[in-house]
């Protein structure tokens, strides 16, 4: 019988180009979410789902679609997947981790230089034609040189944005639930603190945790009445790490001095007292991700093949499992479904196949 996906939501051409002949393909080619029931009746009777973070992955869906083996979560971060229902009904689930790893960091020190250089103010001001003469303390931000950062989730986008820090010769603080190894500590120059410590000492407060319950509301009322009055706060995780609501109140009256935002709690409604607020530099955080992939060279593709299916039942190391109790790459016999794995594949354009050497360094 015909092995059968379902891919939720657009990919790029090149990557649909590259699906084997014989597998049997429904392809909802939208930038729209489908409703979950929707979502439900295209599975029936599919084995593989190639998602983005618009599906919602919960314990009613996956009772509702016995046949499912696999969810392929085209993304970075997988909180739109319950992976621990995922494990219970045999559901492995893969992601793509490391493929924006210095894109965002590069877009999260771009918000940091914006948000602290005042860029988005001054844009408007000169283009308002309000800029008349020269006055002194005109629209002066902070320097970013020399000053703290302290990064909340050392994974590897903190990692990321740490030796970024090392040109401007910043001292680097960082929170996370794992300590680093010692090596990337000196390599990094980054030393590990509890969170309240790192947000009184920063100048720049930078987040980069996984949303869980754990780190969901990370960023409160009493965590920002920790922060310096003239620090920034910068979110590039999950809009929900950090409360919105209570953000706008330290903006506002200044517990803190600004923020950049490129990630919301409900995406893509803003809060609407952030909206008037000069002191928060925001960016729609789709902007990044959907073009990315064909803007900067990385190709995605998927793979489904026997070779693979072989692997997967013997119990090798599969493809970016984001199950956490697997985190050797190891399927769980006891979980694991079975004649079926589907693998997304990013690759360079020479063809060198990016998320290989990821794995081969877990
Ligand atoms: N803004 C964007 O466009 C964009 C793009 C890619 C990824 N992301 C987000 O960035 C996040 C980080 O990505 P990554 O590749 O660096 O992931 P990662 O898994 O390498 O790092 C996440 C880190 O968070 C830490 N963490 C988990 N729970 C924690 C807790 N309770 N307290 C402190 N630290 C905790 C983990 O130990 C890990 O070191 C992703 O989860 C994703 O949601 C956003």
Known sequence: MAKSVLISNVLPQESLDLIPAGIDVDYHDSELALSKADLIKRLQGRAGLVCHVLSTIDEELLAAVPGLQVVANVAVGFNNIDVAAARRHG???TNTPDVLTETTADFAWTLLMA????????????????WKAWKWSLLWGSDIHGKTLGVVGFGRIGRAMARRAQGFGMRVLYHDAVRADASVERELNATATDLDTLLRQSDFVTMHTLLTPETRHLINERTLR???????LINASRGPVVDE???VRALTEGWIAGAGLDVFEDEPTIHPGLLPLPNVTLAPNGEQEMPHYPLNGYRVTWQLTDA???????????VNSADP??????????????????????????????????LASQ
């Open 91 to 93: 559901v492995v689930v």
């Open 115 to 130: 948000a602290s250089r005042r860029i988005v103010e001054a844009d408007r001001y000169v283009r308002s034609g309000q």
């Open 226 to 232: 920790l922060m310096k009055k003239t620090a920034t």
């Open 245 to 247: 609501a209570a953000l």
């Open 308 to 318: 693979e299916n072989k692997a997967f039942l013997d119990g090798s190391a599969i």
């Open 325 to 358: 109790f697997s985190a050797d790459g190891e399927v769980p016999a006891h979980t694991a479904k079975g004649a079926f794995k589907l693998v997304i594949k990013l690759l360079r354009p020479d063809g060198s196949q990016a998320m290989e050497r990821v």
